[in-house]
């Protein structure tokens, strides 16, 4: 079976609603929707036009596949009251390994798409890449078939892969999403909009499509401008939490150039 | 005088290419080129179709501006060399004060264009924030009129504003590549492509839109997930510096809840 075609949705958050909805206009078959919320669920199945199950007992036996689309700490409940099923199971968590499968499901897989999702906001799925993992090789051509119908980006990784991606992931940008806090903070206290700075955030990300990160680094730190660094430690000094983060990023920049 | 209409550019690396050809579009008359590196200047010249100034002395007395676009370390000595001009004077530097300046040229002012320029790319200069300084009231009318010729986005700071716009770009842009930095090295060493989290990067950035930071913060440590936060930092057991910088970010993230 290397064709998904009739397919149960569990969930129905903010990862559940964007996927259900990409499969969906990708035309596959939404058997229906269950999760604990049922109001979520019933929103979710009249935007798709598909059933509500109440219960996991309704769920139907023989769907190719069932996407578990919940909360990492609801997972194993779910999978302790889901029913024998024949259609493959799927997670769509990046935290979560393979082994939350009982080993008696041996067609079992992940299948994660690296985004962050609002409910508010449309996403074009084409862009966001899913991550495959199954010990299983039918399991995973199969998805990589179901992949290619909402993604032009689907690529198969192991637990440890996706758990390295996720690191990557929050320096990337958790970390930088705070930076931009500092900085934001900053321009604030001095009467300046953050607005001011986005153009020439824009630029930072743009020249990432033609250079790598060490290569672009600009900044007093890589030019080794000390008259600067020292000023900059000064202007920070009530600050004495945003001086230890400068000082620490700033000694790293500049062991770049050697 | 409320009107630049006549300007001499003097530089001719990327700011000044960058700006006197926004200028040039905008409709004013360069008067010319002067440059200490000979060949750059010839080069925008041509491209610009106006004249090189060999010399300082070559230079029109009578312009209605002097633009300044070189480095910060060449800036004093180019002032000294100048002869008695009656336009403005005013230099580029987001780092440099109006002190510059020596006290006998009233007719002096920061004209900053807030933006990373390089040589090869285009970039469109009516959304680079221009940030005005001067001490007089009729060259910062004349300023500002000249600035909204080339940018959506002009207004008056002050120079210790200047600082602290400065002091925030290196959070904001210097800082958060260097997380793209550490991002990179760790998806290296994991055979992982940095493409994968480029489409999430794209939707961090695209949540300040309708976020603060504060409040677009996502990641292990805002939610307090110590589990992860500890699997993380034993993860970076072979980057001590890494894991430095992880452990005093997460810290601070975790602050933002109280």
Redesign the interface.
Known sequence: MNSIQRLVIIGSGNVATHMATAFKEAGLDICGIYSRTVDNAQVLAEKLSVNVFKSLTEIPLDADAYLLAVSDSALPEILKQLPALDGILMHTSG?VGLDVFSESLKRSAVFYP???F?KAKQ?DFS???I?LESADTTVLNALQNLGKRISE?V?I?DS??R??????????????????????E??K????D????????????E??NSL???E???????RNDKK?LN??LE??KNHP??Q???Q??SD??QK?KS
Do not use: D, R, W
């Open positions: 935290s690296l985004q962050t609002s996403i862009k966001v890449p991550l980006i690529k990784i440890e892969q758990k390295q991606l996720h690191l990557s992931a929050v320096f990337m940008c958790n970390f930088s999403n705070y930076m931009f806090h500092i900085s934001e900053l321009l206290e001095n009467n300046l953050f607005e001011l700075l986005k153009p020439l955030l824009g630029e930072t990300i020249k990432l790598s990160p060490a672009a680094q600009t900044g007093p730190a890589i600067t000023e900059h202007m920070l939490e945003y230890n983060i400068y620490l990023i790293q920049i770049l």
